[in-house]
């Protein structure tokens, strides 16, 4: 499977962090919730109406911004 | 190690239970919520650490690590550099997030403790922690603990004392990941465990199928349940004592003082047709006490126990992942629901939760908003107890039109602003069951501070009243402001009054529109107004002070032009 962003993901699936496609902030943010390269998450929902989406990453539970979350790069075992 | 200047630092990440730990410590009464960002400023308190020794305890504002990326943060890790001690509070359900600032602090102060907070809630969750060998990996004092019932902290403070140096490792941000990894593997063991109900609420309300009518009905219930506590004490509890214990003893001081006269107006209030009338009467012992008492308290009360649940329960922060995308399209983002939740009880500390918010166009809107749109619970009881006697859809549609206003207003301000509104990213945390005690001991502090600050403001705010009515002060105002008032919102023009007495009160405000014998269109378009065209004296200062004088003109100007446009147009089309 290729590479997908965080919003293309389905609920309930699970997949490895790709890369953060983003400025020093954004990585540095997501890097402290433990959203980083080569870390497993799953995803929990997203909202509509380009809402956020709500992704666990070990047993922590994160609201993503759609428009963050398109630049979170993934991928589906 | 410790001395009597020294101090010492609360640093963890956020909703850790900072908060929790920093009151047992000191018995300082601080604000404890679940859901990151409770802590806004500092604060500080005494531990006693030897008989007649203390050391001085701050609780920091969380931070996820020494980085700062936010305004917030950088006061935190400023910090830092003042502190003598650091006790890290990490949350044990959640060490790998968690170390990583422990690290961090590792490199930066030779003084460190860890406090394993949530220990209670490690088994439950199948994780298994051992202690001895986390601090012979970490080289720190680790000591597990609970920041609600106080488990563990005799153990820490006598730690503290006795804290030695710990040896330094720089390590660059790849390597502390791995350093993470290498200790839990040897610390940690995770165990399956079995989905608790909490934990399935927890996934059904995250969804937005099941998530947004589950908000919908939480919000509802949730203002019924404040309704009903209320009305039950007002009916059960102050009316009764008002009516049957205070109203004889203030007939007979009436009586003594010779039922009328310049002292008499003052104390116990003109009489009315020969009674006292609590509404109507404007005397310090009569209505300046039963407002904030009898009328306001009581909601108080139960809004401040509904809310505390709430937070302690974890709900906010889904709230706010449910609203998220609709907060963007009036300019803001999910999180600016929780200051204008706070905002309902009493604008003060909801503007003071806009310091929450990240930029500056943001906290604009959102206390624009907030200043327009969001009345507080003493406005709000005052409103049910008047417009409710002429029926349940007036009180509706006044808040129909609060928030047509907030919609329309900040979809305006959304589009004319520079600049966009800012991405969520925040951690959801776990539902927990509220302790009762901890949400009483929260009510206590909120519902004292609201005595505190209401009561000797809605006396001077009688007393003022009582003095301009001497002066016929009224009449002057009312002669220059009548174009607005009687020709744009067909108000009579005794409502000036009113609208001067909401700059310090908006709940005396609403109170002095009883006598006037309004119609209740008129009455409708002056709760509104009343709402819409000011914040109250209080609310203004915290606002300037978050805003700045430039933005709060602006704000202030936008507030005005709103009450005078709105109120035209509930008049022609009302
Ligand atoms: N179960 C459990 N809950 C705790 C403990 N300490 C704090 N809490 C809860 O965790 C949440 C966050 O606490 P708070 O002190 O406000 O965290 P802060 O943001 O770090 O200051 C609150 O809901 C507390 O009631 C603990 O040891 N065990
Ligand atoms: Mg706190």
Request: charged share 20%; glycine share 10%.
């Given at each position: 499977m290729g590479s997908l962003n965080l919003t293309q993901l389905k609920a309930k699936q699970h997949a490895k962090v790709l890369e953060l496609d983003g400025g020093y902030a954004f990585v540095q943010r997501l890097e402290a919730l433990g959203v980083r390269p080569g870390i497993q998450i799953t995803k929990i929902s997203s909202h509509f109406w380009k809402g956020p989406v709500t992704v666990l990453v070990g047993k922590t539970k994160i609201a993503i911004g759609y428009g963050m979350a398109k630049k979170i790069k993934v991928m589906v075992k | 190690m410790l001395s009597r200047e020294s101090k010492i630092l609360l640093i963890g990440n956020p909703n850790v239970?900072?908060?929790?730990?920093?009151?047992?410590?000191?018995?300082?009464?601080?604000?404890?919520?679940?859901?990151?960002?409770?802590?806004?400023?500092?604060?500080?308190?005494?531990?006693?650490?030897?008989?007649?020794?203390?050391?001085?305890?701050?609780?920091?504002?969380?931070?996820?690590?020494?980085?700062?990326?936010?305004?917030?943060?950088?006061?935190?890790?400023?910090?830092?550099?003042?502190?003598?001690?650091?006790?890290?509070?990490?949350?044990?359900?959640?060490?790998?997030?968690?170390?990583f600032l422990t690290l961090e602090l590792k490199e930066k102060k030779p003084l460190s403790i860890v406090a394993l907070n949530m220990w209670?809630?490690?088994?439950?969750?199948?994780?298994?922690?051992?202690?001895?060998?986390?601090?012979?990996?970490?080289?720190?004092?680790?000591?597990?603990?609970?920041?609600?019932?106080g488990f563990g902290i005799k153990e820490l403070r006598e730690k503290l004392v006795n804290l030695k140096k710990t040896s330094k490792k720089v390590l660059t941000k790849d390597q502390k990941w791995e350093?993470?990894?290498?200790?839990?593997?040897?610390?940690?063991?995770?165990?399956?465990?079995?989905?608790?109900?909490?934990?399935?609420?927890?996934?059904?309300?995250?969804?937005?199928?099941?998530?947004?009518?589950?908000?919908?009905l939480v919000v509802y219930c949730s203002f019924m349940l404040i309704r009903l506590i209320a009305e039950t004490l007002?009916?059960?509890?102050?009316?009764?004592?008002?009516?049957?214990?205070?109203?004889?003893?203030?007939?007979?001081?009436?009586s003594l003082m010779g039922s009328e006269g310049f002292f008499h107006d003052v104390i116990i209030g003109r009489l009315i047709n020969g009674n006292i009338d609590y509404g109507q009467s404007f005397g310090l012992l009569s209505t300046g006490l039963y407002v904030p008492l009898a009328a306001v308290l009581p909601y108080i009360l139960s809004f401040y126990l509904i809310l505390g649940?709430?937070?302690?329960?974890?709900?906010?922060?889904?709230?706010a992942t449910q609203v998220d995308n609709?907060?963007?399209?009036?300019?803001?983002?999910?999180?600016?629901?929780?200051?204008?939740?706070?905002?309902?009880?009493?604008?003060v500390p909801g503007a003071m939760a806009l310091r929450l918010l990240e930029n500056r166009r943001e906290k604009f809107i959102a206390a624009t908003l907030m200043a327009v749109a969001v009345p507080c619970m003493a406005?709000?009881?005052?409103?049910?107890?008047?417009?409710?006697?002429?029926?349940?859809?007036?009180?509706?549609?006044?808040?129909?039109?609060?928030?047509?206003?907030v919609v329309v207003k900040g979809v305006l301000m959304n589009t004319i602003m520079p600049g966009k509104s800012p991405e969520i990213l925040w951690e959801i945390p776990p539902y927990r069951m509220p302790h009762p005690k901890a949400v009483i001991k929260k009510l206590w502090m909120r519902v004292t501070e609201f005595l505190k600050e209401a009561v000797p403001y809605v006396l001077l705010g009688v007393f003022i009243v009582n003095m301009l009515y001497v002066l016929n002060a009224f009449d002057f105002l009312a002669r220059i402001f009548a174009p607005v008032l009687t020709g744009m919102w067909g108000l009579p023009k005794e409502t000036i009054s009113a609208l001067m007495m909401g700059f310090l009160r908006k709940d005396v405000a609403v109170g002095m529109?009883?006598?006037?014998?309004?119609?209740?269109?008129?009455l409708v378009i002056a709760c509104t107004i009343l709402a819409i065209y000011f914040p109250c004296m209080a609310t203004f200062v915290v606002m300037l002070r978050e805003l700045g004088i430039k933005d709060m003109l602006k704000s202030a100007l936008l507030m005005i032009l709103t009450a005078v446009s709105v109120g035209a147009l509930l008049n022609i089309f009302l």
């Open positions: - | 239970g900072k908060s929790a730990i920093f009151s047992r410590l000191t018995g300082a009464k601080v604000t404890i919520s679940n859901y990151p960002g409770t802590t806004v400023g500092l604060s500080q308190g005494y531990m006693k650490f030897r008989p007649d020794e203390m050391g001085i305890v701050i609780d920091v504002p969380g931070i996820y690590s020494l980085v700062p990326l936010s305004k917030a943060d950088e006061v935190a890790v400023d910090m830092l550099k003042e502190g003598d001690v650091i006790i890290n509070v990490v949350d044990a359900t959640n060490l790998e997030r968690n170390l209670d809630e490690t088994r439950h969750k199948g994780i298994e922690i051992d202690v001895e060998k986390l601090e012979r990996e970490l080289g720190l004092t680790v000591v597990p603990v609970c920041g609600i019932t350093e993470i990894g290498r200790i839990l593997e040897l610390s940690q063991t995770l165990h399956h465990h079995h989905h608790t109900l909490l934990e399935r609420f927890e996934d059904i309300s995250t969804r937005p199928g099941t998530g947004l009518p589950i908000a919908v007002i009916e059960n509890v102050f009316e009764p004592a008002f009516t049957n214990i205070w109203m004889p003893f203030l007939e007979r001081i009436s649940i709430l937070e302690d329960w974890g709900y906010l922060p889904r709230l609709f907060m963007h399209r009036i300019g803001l983002h999910g999180y600016a629901i929780v200051p204008m939740i706070l905002g309902l009880g009493c604008n406005q709000i009881a005052m409103i049910v107890g008047l417009v409710g006697e002429r029926g349940g859809r007036y009180v509706a549609l006044i808040f129909g039109i609060l928030f047509l206003i529109l009883a006598p006037l014998s309004l119609t209740t269109k008129q």
